[in-house]
T-cell receptor
Framework: AQSVTQLGSHVSVSEGALVLLRCNYS??????LFWYVQYPNQGLQLLLK??????LVKGINGFEAEFKKSETSFHLTKPSAHMSDAAEYFC?????????????FGQGTILTVHP | NAGVTQTPKFQVLKTGQSMTLQCAQD?????MSWYRQDPGMGLRLIHY???????DQGEVPNGYNVSRSTTEDFPLRLLSAAPSQTSVYFC?????????????FGSGTRLTVV
């Protein structure tokens, strides 16, 4: 079984400030971890992913995330927020092998960026 | 290359009606899935398919049927619509090779059951 918890359903930052969106997961197998972004009335777009190897992964739009196995965390960060980053962000986990297609999502975090 | 195409984009149904949400992908992906998105609950897996002729249930399968007769298409059928099925539905696909590439999502179908 696998699950994802995103800490904070709403996060508000000022433009230029650090963005930190928190994600903790549980998985009975080595996880594949993902962050997706959803802009209003659109589908989900992959920001970044962790499968194996380097634990610090870089994604699109300046976002990065670090896989910390000991903390079962995969927090998403961006050094300097931009107004265009305002969206809802979802953390997701899947198992490898034949289970990798079964994504389990967190409940989402809405990011607001203030001028 | 259209990616994942969902139709319709919007639909209003009366309780008890049936309908099919269409999903097609042109990337030759083996895996396809249906998710529903509800406020504060993220996305939950309804059904998925690992290839033509093979389907399986996800987390919330009740009230929905699927079939996969071709690699390209993965329709979702609501047998007898209920207000609890009011949601936004997303279809997604992923290739078997290159695991961990992440799903490609369609733009969604917003369904209201009255």
């Amino acid at each position: 079984a696998q699950s994802v918890t995103q800490l904070g359903s709403h996060v508000s930052v000022s433009e230029g400030a650090l963005v930190l969106l928190r994600c903790n997961y549980s998985s009975s197998v080595p996880p594949y971890l993902f962050w997706y972004v959803q802009y209003p009335n659109q589908g989900l777009q992959l920001l970044l992913k962790y499968t194996t190897g380097a634990t610090l992964v870089k994604g699109i739009n300046g976002f990065e995330a670090e896989f910390k196995k000991s903390e079962t965390s995969f927090h998403l960060t961006k050094p300097s927020a931009h107004m265009s980053d305002a969206a809802e962000y979802f953390c997701a986990v899947s198992g490898g092998g034949t289970s990798y297609g079964k994504l389990t999502f967190g409940q989402g975090t809405i990011l607001t960026v203030h001028p | 290359n259209a990616g994942v195409t969902q139709t319709p984009k919007f639909q209003v149904l009366k309780t008890g009606q049936s309908m099919t949400l269409q999903c097609a992908q042109d990337m030759n992906h083996e895996y396809m899935s249906w998710y529903r998105q509800d406020p504060g609950m993220g996305l939950r897996l309804i059904h998925y398919s690992v290839g033509a002729g093979i389907t399986d249930q996800g987390e919330v399968p009740n009230g929905y049927n699927v079939s996969r007769s071709t690699t390209e298409d993965f329709p979702l059928r609501l047998l007898s619509a209920a207000p609890s099925q009011t949601s936004v539905y997303f279809c997604a696909s992923i290739p078997t090779a290159g695991q961990g590439n992440g799903y490609t999502f369609g733009s969604g179908t917003r369904l209201t059951v009255v």
